[in-house]
């Protein structure tokens, strides 16, 4: 038996969702402020990345929250707020992540597809979908 | 972007510290040809690659070196840990530890600190990663020369060994990277003349990805 050390998501937070505390961390991200849909390309075209655009923001806040927290967590393991916090965001980016990764190919290279589409997506550098 | 996995790429446990060993091995984490060097120059080059194989190659080697840079950094540290100022004097480290102490500073085994000179982005893709081959023979050769130099522990024999292996893949991974932009490079061109196609292609939005039908 393998002794689970807590690092479990079983236990529920005893602090309110994310949104009611979000604010006093100063995080604003956009998965809980059910945020616009517009593509931001100036067109009246109906945008067909604009799930995807959508997605990839909620993924970047999701995971500055997260490398924010734990630098927080680093000098203050006892924070129970920020533990909830961490923990509430560390599941929300990990099932986003899976949905976005199902329909757009990989994120890392740690992400399996039947073909190799890892070459297939433009890079980060190249200012394509953002 | 980057995250840290809390797990070396390969296990590092050194259990008879030797400063002899460390100074020399130093050179791998900040020297001319070690990984810093290495994960750097493949880093900053993958921006400008004219083709996706290069991209991921430059991309992904580059990634990986920053592990390596970690082990090595590890074995320096382990080979450091416990011993008096005494020991490391007559080691011939009294020169760093009076600089550096025990930490792990990038240098070469003379002493050199890091520099960017060390590598090159030549803006040219077939020049950088003709660069980029020789850097993995280079670093091949030192891991070579290290492990002749270290050949009475294989504690720390064993983890270099795997380092030398990576750069001779790296190479091969490399040399299909270059033969894919050569072959790109050499491709026919063709220049489109067709005053309705070159309409069609203006008319794209130029402020997202899509093929929408739009003006702007």
Known sequence: ?130 | MWTYNKVLQYPINIKCPNAKLAKFIISQYGGPDGELAASLRYLSQRFAMPDQKAKATLNDIGTEELAHLEMVGTIVHQLTQGLSPEEIKAAGLGAYYTDHGVDVYPQSAAGMPFTAAYIAAKGDPIANLQEDLAAEQKARATYEKLIDLCCDDPDVLDPLRFLRQREIVHFQRFGEALRGVQDKLAEKRFFMNDTNMANMMSNNCNGCNNNCNCNN
């Open chain 1, 1 to 130: 038996m393998i002794e689970d050390r807590n690092c479990n998501m079983n236990n529920e937070c005893e602090f309110p969702t994310p949104q009611g505390i979000n604010a006093a961390f100063g995080y604003n991200t956009a998965i809980m402020n059910d945020s616009n849909s517009n593509c931001g390309c100036n067109c009246n075209c109906e945008c067909e990345d604009e799930t995807r655009s959508e997605m990839l923001k909620n993924i970047r806040c999701l995971s500055f929250a997260i490398v924010d927290l734990a630098q927080y967590l680093n000098t203050h393991p006892n924070d129970q707020k920020a533990l909830c916090l961490h923990k509430e965001y560390c599941r929300q980016l990990k099932d986003l992540k899976d949905k976005y990764q199902k329909i757009y190919g990989p994120l890392s290279i740690y992400y399996p597809c039947n073909k190799w589409r890892w070459l297939e997506e433009p890079w980060p550098w190249e200012g394509g979908i953002e």
